[in-house]
């Protein structure tokens, strides 16, 4: 590659790895296998096993494999190949969402019971149709159109017969009743500070559907717990994530990480990585050559260090 090519990426201000006296943070490394692994990935990636060896603590490797219809088999090789090709190895076994829908399942009863959660008939189409009524319709932080909440004031007895009838149907979480629930919540992100969790500025998300056992929300949620999470890095694209992950947390009595939103990695122009654009896919960038010595180059970060690799690292 050339040195044009290789020159530092555009990062929005600087990040850091947080380090805390007496604290050993448990991080992950949790993509999708939906497509190869680019360089925003490896930013993820390095910043999680940076923050776990350099305190002492464990990095953690999940594949976030829930959409069936999405997710392949080589996709997930190749990112476990990717990282061992980094020096970015991880402690102990992977961990694969789609082996994990009883922990799931066991939430979602949970959330059923305290009664913050109900079914959803809508369709895309149908969703679409009752904004357009709206005229106005409510937007998310993002811009996102939000749902409207069409099927949250149905009679419990009609929820019932559609759902005896197999209607399609998504789970729904009731945000402000969930809210009445847990009272006022707050969460911790390293470089924010202390922020008001405010969960109905997403709405009323899905927490589940009838060819998904868990929504990203429910199921990060479930299995950052479950791991022992004790440092939740991602990218700053999911901050707003945090106000319903929050949420969750209280309402199923888990135990609450701190988080550390980093910076995003873009191209020359500035935009988002996407896996769509094969061309930076850390594959490609392998097959012409690259070294991963010039692939931190590139993100503006050293090599990985070979005595901060794992001794007990899992091969598989």
């Known amino acids: 590659m050339s040195a044009e090519g290789e020159r530092p990426l555009a990062l929005r201000g600087p990040d850091f790895v947080p380090l805390f006296a007496d604290a050993a943070h448990v991080t992950r490394f949790a993509p999708s296998p939906t497509g190869y692994l680019h360089l925003g990935h490896a930013y993820a990636a390095r910043f999680a096993f940076e923050a776990a060896r350099l305190s002492g603590g464990r990095f953690l490797l999940r594949l976030e494999d829930l959409d069936p219809g999405r997710c392949r088999p080589e996709f997930a090789a190749a990112i476990l190949e990717d990282l061992r090709w980094l020096g970015l190895f991880w402690d102990g076994s992977v961990v694969r969402q789609s082996q994990r829908s009883a922990l799931y399942r066991r939430a979602l009863a949970r959330l059923r019971a305290l009664g913050v959660l109900y079914p959803c ?25 939000l749902y409207p909440g069409t099927c949250r004031d149905l009679p419990e007895a009609e929820r019932r017969a559609r759902i005896a009838r197999g209607e399609p ?21 390293v470089r924010a500070g ?25 199921a990060v949620v479930v299995d950052d717990a479950a791991q022992g999470v004790t440092l939740v890095t ?38 988002r990585m996407a896996k769509r654009n094969g061309a930076l896919s850390l594959r490609h960038l392998r097959a012409r050559g690259i070294a991963p010595e010039a692939i931190w180059r590139m993100l503006g970060l050293g090599a990985a260090s070979p005595e901060i690799r794992c001794p007990g690292a899992s091969p598989s």
């Open 121 to 145: 008939f809508c369709t895309r189409e149908r969703v679409r149709e009752e904004i357009a009524r709206m005229g106005e319709a409510p937007h998310g932080p993002a811009g996102e159109l």
């Open 234 to 271: 991602r990218g700053e694209d999911l901050f707003h994530a945090t106000h319903v992950h929050r949420l969750l947390q209280a309402l199923l009595g888990l135990p609450v990480p701190i988080w550390y939103h980093h910076n995003l990695v873009g191209d020359a122009q500035g935009r």
């Open 194 to 218: 202390w922020v008001e969790a405010r969960p109905e500025l997403l709405g009323d998300v899905v927490l589940a559907r009838k060819d998904a056992p868990a929504s990203y929300h429910l």
């Open 169 to 189: 149907h998504a789970w729904r979480l009731d945000v402000a009743r969930a809210g009445e629930r847990t009272g006022p919540l707050a969460w911790y992100d």
